[in-house]
């Protein structure tokens, strides 16, 4: 395996702990009734993270490590790396009970979404 290859792998592990991570954080913030700042800027570093993952994975899609099942692998990449972002925006800043419970439940399909990449992606 290619270090770019190794690296992509390592990184969606990275991606899914802190999406767990953020969805346990997430139903904290919604039993407090508040999202802070800190939860928004770490709902924001995993998008990143995400949008990493998949500009890394470009080359490997030009170069032979094709994915076992190419076009769900890009389906899948392209939701997680819009998903999160998508609903930061459509918040729009407002930090209450049920933006606690939406963030909380996108990162809970982000973790189903991450594991069916890998599944996708011939590791699984």
Known sequence: MSHLALFHARLQVTITLALAALLLWGLVCALRGAVGRGYTAA???????????????LPLLLSSARPA??????????????????????????????????????????LGVAARAYQTGGAG
Do not use: D, K, N
């Open 69 to 110: 099942r190419l076009a769900l692998h890009i389906v899948y990449g392209a939701v997680a790396a819009a998903l999160l972002p998508g609903a930061i925006a459509y918040s729009r800043g407002r930090s209450g009970r049920w933006e606690a419970l939406t963030y909380a439940a996108i990162c809970l399909f982000l």
């Open 43 to 57: 709902l924001w570093v995993v998008g990143l993270l995400i949008i990493a993952e998949g500009l890394l994975g």
